[in-house]
C-alpha cells in the first residue's frame, strides 16, 4: 500500500535548499548545498527508479554530512524509497550504515509525478535565470525535467 508523497523544494540563500519530504504523517526535513545538483539529481532519480532499474541512489549534500535517497524495487509496479542521513560528506559509507529518516513504498509513476511537481514548482517560482543566480555552480535541470514529463505521460499512457 502507499500513500501520497509530497515534495517541497526551496533555495534558500545562495548556494543552499531545503526540501521538505512528507508521506501521510511522515517527514523528514533535508538540506543541501550547492556541492551538488541535488534538485537535477532528484529529478533523474525519478527517472532511474521509474525506469526499471533495480535500484538507485543519489545524496544531497551537506556541509559536513549527506542526505541519501534509495530506491529499490520491490516489483515492476512499487519501490522502497528511504532517506538515509550520514554525518559525513563524501563518506562513501554503505546505506547500512546511515540514519533512516524516512522509509516508505511508493508506484514509481507517483514518486515521478510527486518529483515532478516540486521541480516545475521551482522553475515557475524562480525561473531558469534565477535558479542559476542563486544555485551558483547548477543551471536548472530543463532536459531532465523534459525527459521525465515524457516518461511520465508514457506510463500514463
Known sequence: MTVPLKIT?????????????????????????????????LVLFALAAGSGFHSASFGFDEEPGEYRWVAETIDANLLRVRILEFPDLWGHKPNTEGKVLLEFQIMPRLLAEAVFATAH????????????EKWAEHSFPEQELALLKTAIEGWQQ
Open 9 to 41: 523544494y526551496e533555495l534558500v540563500g545562495t548556494g543552499w535548499s531545503t526540501c521538505l519530504v512528507e508521506v501521510g504523517e511522515q517527514r523528514a526535513e533535508l538540506s543541501a548545498s550547492y556541492l551538488s545538483d541535488a534538485l537535477g539529481n
Open 121 to 132: 514548482e521551482v522553475l515557475q517560482k524562480y525561473g531558469s535565470k534565477g535558479y542559476a
